[in-house]
């Protein structure tokens, strides 16, 4: 079977494969849906409640399923056909934002507009509006943990080893593009319209997406992802276990998947009530806040096209280095700042550095993990590395909360930026002899020998 998927000699997706052009505008789409629930989500819940402990726990519910669900998850995507659980999957989300969609709608009449929250407002306390968010966000979350576990298992299947930095770096461009530079504004542009406008549009990006992806045909893949006979199939406990015993007696992905795991909890407990942060600290109007957002579209576009470079001009090693120090730094000085184009920058920084970290990882992955043993793994790492966001997504509305009874407002919602920032480089300190250039290259290496032989 041949693809035009081998050939490493331009930058375009088109020659990486139609089905992976396919992947590519599919996954483009409905990250711009996800940027317009960047703006929605969050703003409605600020409609709904100025508790930052009720609006981090919206935060906690849409993680949680990756505590809980992103183990089984693993083994589904290893017993299934990838293609099929990422079309399944995608029109779960379509048809549940519909009825938020719906739910939204319903209700707006008693929410206060956009431009009318601030630090002062006193929205209605919908609670029962406030319940289906968290129901929905949580079902949501589930089915992403799904779609996302299958998405990167599914990827080798349509590129070719060599060009599985370049294909994630591309993906990984438009997706940001799409969630945090065209999403936001598009969605602040039609919340002004009417509160359950970008719910709707959220939904048909699902829909359009899942389309794509059938439009996918197996003869344009470089091997297939049907599951193996029923019959070859040990209990789901017993492929479960195979998979964590692999990640956990790897000496370079078991530190990996745990420093991942912090690294991402520090990232929620900060990121978690950020739109109380933008609206009462930095006085964001939801344009202000729409813009502030493409921040991170600008650094994740220039890290998605040139992480491969950095990562060969400096190893992959100090890459990773650079995105914890960096992470330090810029957090604190998010922390600090009172003035929204400050943080703009610091914005791009920092997803520049989460990019460079995520090209790295994730292709690594892509090319030293067994591909029957893929989607388990991935799960398992995903357990560690994402399960933990919940954690700081709950500290970080305890910390507000608490804070509150002992200083301002002001400085308790600049406290989870400057306990974070800290954080960053006591996880340094434990990363820099365990992820190395040398330990990733020698892990690379071994796969492709046992791949050739």
């Given amino acids: 079977m041949t693809d035009t998927n081998a050939d490493s000699d331009t930058g375009t997706t088109a020659k990486l494969g139609s089905a992976y052009t396919k992947l590519f505008t599919s996954s483009t789409i409905s990250n711009l849906g996800d940027g317009i629930g960047t703006i929605a989500y969050p703003w409605l819940a600020s409609a709904v409640t100025r508790n930052a402990f009720l609006i981090a726990l919206v935060a906690v519910v849409q993680r949680l399923p990756w505590l809980i669900f992103s183990l089984p998850a693993g083994v589904i995507t290893d017993r299934s056909d990838r293609r099929k659980l990422m079309i399944g999957a995608s029109w779960i989300r379509a048809v549940l934002t519909l009825f938020v969609s719906f739910a939204v709608l319903s209700q707006q009449g008693s929410l206060l507009s956009p431009d009318e929250l601030d630090a002062s407002a006193s929205p209605a306390e919908n609670y029962g509006l406030y319940a289906i968010v968290l129901l929905a966000t949580l079902l949501l979350g589930t089915a992403e943990v799904l779609y996302d576990n299958a998405a990167q298992t599914f990827m080798p299947a349509i590129v070719a080893p060599q060009n599985l930095e370049r294909a994630n770096g591309r993906l990984w461009s438009a997706e940001m593009v799409a969630n945090t530079f065209l999403g936001p504004p598009l969605g602040a542009a039609l919340l002004v319209l009417a509160f359950a406008v970008p719910f709707f549009v959220d939904a048909v990006s699902f829909a359009v997406a899942a389309v794509l992806i059938t439009l996918i045909h197996p003869r344009t893949m470089l091997r297939s992802t049907a599951p193996a006979p029923s019959e070859d199939r040990r209990p789901w406990k017993v492929e479960l276990a195979e998979g964590f015993r692999w990640l956990w007696n790897h000496d370079l992905f078991r530190p990996m998947a745990v420093i991942l795991g912090f690294l991402n909890m520090l990232g929620t407990l ?36 040139s992480a491969s470079k950095v990562a060969d001009r400096i190893g992959s090693g100090p890459s990773l280095g650079v995105t914890l120090l960096g992470g330090g730094f810029i957090t604190i000085g998010i922390g600090l700042s009172s003035l929204w184009p400050i943080v703009w920058v610091l914005f791009a920084v920092f997803t520049f550095t989460a990019v ?71 996880l340094y300190a434990f990363a820099r002899t365990r992820l190395t250039t040398e330990k990733m290259e020698a892990a690379r290496a071994e796969a492709l020998e046992t791949d050739e032989a």
Avoid: C, K
């Avoid at 942060?277 to 890290?303: D, K, M, R």
């Fill in 270 to 305: 900060a990121m978690a009530t950020l739109v109380l942060y933008g609206q009462e600290v930095l006085n964001t109007s939801p344009t202000e806040f729409a813009i502030l957002s493409t921040g991170g579209a600008v650094g994740g576009v220039i890290g998605g096209w």
């Fill in 356 to 426: 460079l970290w995520n090209v790295i990882t994730v292709s690594l992955r892509q090319t030293v993990i067994p591909d029957e043993l893929l989607g388990r793994v991935n799960s398992v790492y995903r357990f560690f590395a994402w399960g933990m966001m919940p954690i700081g997504a709950i500290l970080a509305g305890l910390i507000i909360n608490v804070g509150e009874t002992v200083t301002t407002r002001d400085v308790a919602l600049r406290l989870p930026w400057l306990i974070a920032g800290a954080a960053h480089f006591f």
